[in-house]
């Protein structure tokens, strides 16, 4: 799925962000940096080691913000590694956290200059984040922000399985709908 905000592309795929080719790729980590499960661990083991040694230089990353390091190995130039929070039954400010990391990365790649940059689904793994609400918080999180902002190209949301994508297919449709009452264009959202 595919659809123009502001001067971006902003497109949702199944895929394996570990082979993406787009400037960055943005790793759904953990505050200490570590590595782990899931998209964490596959980014690591596909960059390899040169990513965890700038990793365990900057230290940390707390929840709801990013930092960058080396792509290594990886076909994309840099990882923006962020941290979102993990489930606690959404009363910890778990989405506020949640779009905080969104934000953080697109901030990042923006400050850095970057043409292009993929996402996976944030906290929606391990961290237990209901899919639906996170996919309501990750798809406006980057629809606002490209609207306000025009310096990417392009924005992929790479989701690992057909369950996921659909899900985030149907936040972008839903939002989609809106800007088109409002502009009178799908295409220009």
Same mark, same amino acid.
């Given at each position: 799925?595919? =659809? ?12 394996? %962000? ?39 230089? %900057? ?7 990013? =930092? ?70 990750? =798809? ?50």
């Amino acid at each position: 799925m595919e =659809v123009m905000i502001n001067k971006t592309l902003l497109v949702l795929l199944q895929g394996d %962000i570990t082979k993406e080719k787009t400037t960055a790729i943005v790793n759904a980590a953990n505050s200490a940096l570590r590595g782990g499960a899931g998209v964490d661990g596959a980014i690591h083991k596909a960059g390899g080691p040169e990513i965890m040694a700038e990793c365990r230089r %900057i230290g940390s990353c707390p929840p709801g913000s990013a =930092v960058i390091t080396t792509g290594g190995n990886l076909k994309a130039s840099y990882v923006i590694h962020a941290t979102g929070p993990v489930w606690q039954g959404g009363t910890k400010g778990e989405a506020e956290t949640l779009a905080g990391a969104y934000l953080a990365s697109l901030r990042l790649a923006s400050r850095h200059k970057m043409e292009s940059l993929s996402f996976p689904a944030i906290s929606t793994g391990a961290y237990g984040f209901p899919l639906r609400e996170a996919a309501e918080i990750a =798809v406006t999180t980057i629809v606002d922000y490209l609207r306000a902002n025009s310096g990417l190209a392009e924005v992929r949301v790479v989701l690992f399985d057909r369950n996921t994508y659909e899900v985030f297919a149907g936040e972008l449709e839903r939002l989609c709908a809106g800007f088109s009452r409002e502009s009178g264009s799908k295409a220009d959202a």
